[in-house]
């Protein structure tokens, strides 16, 4: 079936502007995630959604940062007057159901949306 | 908070030989250990997870190891193949409530025919 999806797959965008990630999670995964890739590194944790509401924004770095769910279905991750510090690659997950443990909190990446501020 | 450290950060190896990535994580009430997959320019791919309630997992070539006790894990590759090239990463998370992956720094695989 189809898997996460990320659109778009590039952004370049000028230092102070606002943008919009897109997430389109697999289809009946009640959690999503959001995490942010620097060159280098591990996936950092930014915020969690179990059906439309945010459960976890603990690692939202600041709050130009902010993500809505509003169906429970599709994600939009949206940074407000963006900086240089913030281009990275945003990679979504989803997972068949992120509360009970067990085996459907296996989360499932989608390929990322690579940020670039000039 | 949960910190997951990772080593090597790369590692060179022959076709067919093993090899080994170790990852130590800090919160004991970590349950659920996934390995992920990350070639270039693509979205990290599961590969084997563990959890706290067994001590090895295989599947096929590859195989993780928990030690609780010491609070290490570890992913074991064996046959390497060309194809196995690519940076691979661990994570820890506390899955009773839900699951926010903290990941390692990751390990770059370099695998030469």
């Known amino acids: 079936g189809a898997g996460v999806s990320q659109t778009p797959s590039n952004k370049v965008t000028e230092k102070g502007k606002y943008v919009e990630l897109r997430c389109d999670p697999i289809?009946?995964?009640?959690?999503l995630y959001w995490y942010r890739q620097s060159l280098g590194q591990g996936p950092e944790f930014l915020i969690y959604?179990?059906?439309?509401?945010?459960?976890?924004d603990s690692g939202l770095p600041n709050d130009r940062f902010f993500a809505v769910r509003p169906e429970g279905s599709v994600s939009t991750l949206k940074i407000q007057r963006t900086e240089r510090g913030d281009s990275a690659v945003y990679l979504c997950?989803?997972?068949?159901?992120?509360?009970?443990?067990?085996?459907?909190?296996?989360?499932?990446f989608g390929p990322g949306t690579r940020l670039t501020v000039l | 908070g949960e910190n997951v450290e990772q080593h090597p950060s790369t590692l060179s190896v022959q076709e067919g030989d093993s090899a080994v990535i170790k990852c130590t994580y800090s919160?004991?009430?970590?349950?659920?250990f996934p390995w992920y997959k990350q070639e270039l320019g693509k979205r990290p791919q599961l590969i084997i997870d563990?959890?706290?309630?067994?001590g090895e997992k295989k599947d096929q070539r590859i195989a993780v190891t928990l030690n609780k006790t010491a609070k290490h894990f570890s992913l074991h590759i064996t046959e390497t193949q060309p194809e196995d090239s690519a940076v691979y990463f661990c994570?820890?998370?506390?899955?009773?409530?839900?699951?926010?992956?903290?990941f390692g720094k990751g390990t770059m695989l370099l695998v030469s025919p």
């Open positions: 997950a989803s997972s068949l159901d992120g509360e009970r443990g067990g085996t459907t909190d296996t989360q499932y």
């Open positions: 289809s009946g995964h009640t959690a």
């Open positions: 959604f179990q059906g439309t509401g945010a459960a976890d």
């Open positions: 919160d004991s009430a970590s349950n659920y």
């Open positions: 563990i959890r706290s309630n067994v």
């Open positions: 994570a820890a998370a506390f899955s009773s409530g839900y699951s926010t992956l903290t």
